[in-house]
DNA sequence: CTGAAAGCGCTTACAG
DNA sequence: CTGAAAGCGCTTACAG
């Protein structure tokens, strides 16, 4: 066990081994030409004294930092909280692999302060937005300021590169799944209407119905269900008119349903089926009689970072992409994507 | 609205104002003499051309990143994320406060790999570590290399410089408050036993009983209890000997307990008290009959923070802190510290 | 293939 | 009070 020294520098490496600064630099970063020889040499005297460079001052030199930002809801909730982790640890394994550093902000939807402060220090070479708003102020400030910018989930804004889980064809084959198994009256309940995932969400339950020649029954459907009142009320309406299934957009809205299902009647669970969208809540939370897509966040952030990267070092990347999920039916697991 | 330009350096600003960088460095630090003309002048060409230092140029000049690391555990459970999510508000807020950025880290409790590639890469002043362990890898690791760190919560080991909340006194007086109403049946429900905050709270607990010049029943006295199986074991044994009340020393067991209770007999909550400690769940998951004492989560991390920024910068702090809570019973809120 | 030198943007003895 | 110069540890034209 080596007590810690000073740190050896670029300079003493040159010195030790009689070349140059500039050949060890070479050497180690694999630019320029250096005869296999001395790359040898210079590699086996750095394993050897275990010698990392300073990143620092290799940032100053090239005008970089080797760090990006995540800017990260501080005001999101419980059911929310899993979903960002498993994002985050996403983001930050992908970080890792390529030498960078993840330097975490925490943003209220209307002050970009903190992300202001972490920009004009020069702190980052990049930023993933994890929540985007219809009027981003965060993301119009990034925008002005030139800083390369990946957007986690769906927005409006199509000039912004964003990352997200197919939820279009995730809700169609959850839907079909349904179809085809028989049942017709399906309720479906979601958040805010104007949100894109739920419009994407909506678009594949319509998409099934279209695919299997049935209309949809819209006096089924529930939107701006985003407190419990209103989704029990939903659920109430729902049973009336003896809806055979309920498909749920969030984890929240499906938590809810099963509660309320549950208070009316404990063997409703057995009647009615329920469907839901699983975004990272450790699967024991959700009854298992509910079916479910389900989406991995942690990959989710694991290729937004890498496309961040991407952008920074200079490589073209596509401005929309698409991840796959997994279908969890009740009988059996399909993959698809 | 400007367009980016190149960004100005204090090159710039020193040729504008016709005087030497070294005194422009001054003007802005505050070290060394400069005329109180000179400042201002300083100060007000800045401040009107928004000039920001680069952090990174004057940390390399300074062997400095004005960065902190902090590590969370990649394998922590549901029930703890808010803590760890409010812990790292706080953080981050002390940090922004102090012009200090973080970089988070994850990692498992066996595999410090994380960490020990953001030291060597010199991009941190110092650690938070938000969980330790008895035999903590990270710990040693940073302690061998000199880095200086802080931990959230009670660690056995006493070399390292430790922030909690004041857990004895909290149980103390929490179940004070209950022996005070004349229950003397008290159940207790802890997890594992080799926890310093489990001791701590049992400690607190024991403390009450000897107050009030009684005996602690320890029939009703369980630890280890880590999960759902174990915990309902727990309950029916306590309702089995007529406790009067359940204490529960977390968040995850308080949770078990009351859906435990409901399930038994619905009833069951008005008639058996429940107390519990509160880490930073949203106030309204837990039942409103449920006596709690409040830690926040949040100010812990932002005592954590101020507290290895002080070591950093080389003043002197206690090596022990303790945090105060909030008693909040089923009658009133009683603040104590 | 290799090296001397300038530069990244700041700080800080040292000497006025 | 102020400045010229060296230095933090790396990179990168430029010239052999």
């Known amino acids: 066990m080596e007590t810690v020294e000073k740190k050896l520098t670029i300079a003493d490496v040159a010195d030790y081994l009689g070349?140059?600064?500039t050949t060890v630099s070479r050497a180690i970063s694999g630019k320029g030409r250096v005869s296999?020889?001395?790359r040898k040499r210079v590699q086996q005297y750095i394993d050897q004294m275990d010698y990392k460079p300073n990143v620092i001052a290799k940032?100053?030199?090239?005008?970089?930092?080797?760090?990006?930002?995540?800017?990260?809801?501080?005001?999101?909730?419980?059911?929310?909280?899993?979903f960002f982790q498993n994002c985050m640890c996403g983001i930050c394994d992908a970080a890792a692999k390529?030498?960078?550093?993840?330097?975490?902000?925490?943003?209220?939807?209307?002050?970009?302060?903190?992300?202001?402060?972490i920009i004009t220090n020069h702190k980052v070479d990049g930023v993933v937005l994890t929540r985007t708003l219809v009027e981003d102020?965060?993301?119009?400030?990034?925008?002005?300021?030139?800083?390369?910018?990946?957007?986690?989930?769906?927005?409006?804004?199509?000039?912004?590169?964003?990352?997200?889980?197919?939820?279009?064809?995730?809700?169609?084959e959850l839907t079909s799944h349904l179809l085809k198994?028989?049942?017709?009256?399906?309720?479906?309940i979601g958040g805010n209407e104007s949100h894109v995932v739920t419009r994407n969400r909506f678009g594949g339950f319509a998409d099934a119905f279209r695919m299997a020649?049935?209309?949809?029954?819209?006096?089924?459907?529930?939107?701006?269900?985003?407190?419990a009142k209103e989704i029990e009320q939903a659920v109430d309406e729902l049973l009336e008119k003896n809806a055979e299934c309920i498909v749920c957009?969030?984890?929240?809205?499906?938590?809810?349903?099963?509660?309320?299902?549950?208070?009316?009647?404990?063997?409703?669970?057995?009647?009615?089926?329920?469907?839901?969208?699983?975004?990272?809540?450790?699967?024991?939370?959700?009854?298992?009689?509910?079916?479910?897509?389900?989406?991995?966040?942690?990959?989710?952030?694991?290729?937004?970072?890498?496309?961040?990267?991407?952008?920074?070092?200079?490589?073209?990347?596509?401005?929309?992409?698409?991840?796959?999920?997994?279908?969890?039916?009740?009988?059996?697991?399909?993959?698809?994507?």
């Open 98 to 117: 390529r030498d960078y550093d993840v330097l975490t902000v925490y943003s209220t939807a209307g002050d970009p302060s903190g992300l202001e402060r």
């Open 249 to 337: 957009m969030d984890d929240m809205i499906c938590n809810h349903v099963i509660r309320k299902l549950r208070e009316t009647d404990v063997n409703l669970l057995n009647t009615v089926r329920v469907a839901s969208f699983y975004g990272g809540i450790s699967g024991s939370v959700l009854a298992s009689q509910v079916e479910t897509v389900e989406f991995d966040a942690k990959k989710l952030g694991f290729v937004t970072c890498n496309t961040l990267l991407d952008i920074i070092e200079g490589k073209q990347i596509a401005v929309k992409q698409l991840l796959p999920y997994k279908l969890r039916t009740i009988e059996q697991t399909v993959i698809a994507g």
């Open 181 to 188: 198994q028989g049942i017709r009256k399906v309720g479906m």
């Open 137 to 172: 102020a965060a993301a119009d400030y990034l925008k002005r300021r030139e800083v390369p910018v990946v957007a986690v989930g769906s927005s409006a804004d199509t000039s912004l590169i964003q990352i997200d889980h197919d939820h279009r064809s995730a809700c169609q």
């Open 213 to 227: 020649g049935l209309p949809v029954d819209m006096s089924l459907v529930y939107f701006g269900a985003e407190k």
């Open 59 to 82: 940032g100053l030199a090239q005008s970089k930092t080797f760090n990006i930002a995540v800017v990260i809801p501080a005001d999101c909730d419980m059911q929310e909280l899993p």
């Open 36 to 38: 296999e020889e001395t």
């Open 19 to 21: 070349v140059s600064k």
